[in-house]
């Protein structure tokens, strides 16, 4: 009887939380899509959450992918500082969509992990990278592992960067989990804010 009640309450627990996460994702995007202030609330996804989305036109810069090649460092973190930088435009007809995530601690995020919906048609992260640093076509996740017993550093959140080119005159999109898990994901739809050029 005890062995049974060991059971059945964590799996009460996470039946709770598949209800209500899917509620919470829809209201925050809700509030997001009636414009209240997307830069002023954080959507929550799995990984973290998004503080923002700007839409720019703005080069970004990125480690020389000729030179990974010519040297064959072909892991992200393989001698990076020797690689030099360059600015990369958009391509034509699109700008960069760049979306700001705070990766909570022992979280990990992909730029595989998420598609970027607008107007019915799915677009793929291009890159990730850390805040401030170039991104670097070798890397594919960052995660946030806190190795330390001290618990006021699993409060901490890493700021990453998810590179999309996307149409120039979107304003809004859904972003869509690709991976399948237990407790599946909802979709979050939110506006985008506008760089001044």
Excluded: C
Excluded at 31 to 37: I, L
Excluded at 78 to 88: F, G, K
Excluded at 133 to 148: G, N, Q, V
Excluded at 162 to 174: F, I, Q, S
């Amino acid at each position: 009887m005890m062995w049974n009640d060991a059971i059945r309450r964590p799996l009460a627990a996470l039946a709770l939380i598949a209800l209500l996460a899917p509620v919470t994702l829809r209201a925050q995007a809700a509030a997001a899509a009636a414009g209240e202030g997307f830069g002023t609330i954080a959507v929550r996804i799995r990984p973290g959450a998004i503080a923002q989305a700007e839409l720019t036109a703005k080069p970004q810069s990125f480690k020389n992918p000729e030179q990974i090649i010519d040297e064959g460092k072909f892991q992200p973190d393989e001698d990076s500082s020797r690689i030099l930088t360059l600015d990369r435009a958009p391509a034509t007809g699109t700008k960069y969509l760049i979306l700001d995530v705070r990766l909570g601690a022992n979280r990990s995020i992909g730029k595989h992990d998420y598609l970027m919906r607008i107007d019915g048609r799915d677009y793929k992260a291009l890159a990730i990278g850390n805040e401030g640093a170039p991104y670097d076509i070798r890397r594919t996740e960052i995660r946030h592992e806190i190795k330390s017993g001290d618990p006021s550093l699993l409060k901490t959140m890493l700021d990453v960067r998810l590179l999309y080119e996307v149409p120039p005159t979107a304003r809004e999109g859904t972003l869509v989990p690709v991976l399948k898990q237990a407790i599946p994901q909802s979709e979050v739809s939110f506006k985008f804010s506008v760089s001044k050029e």
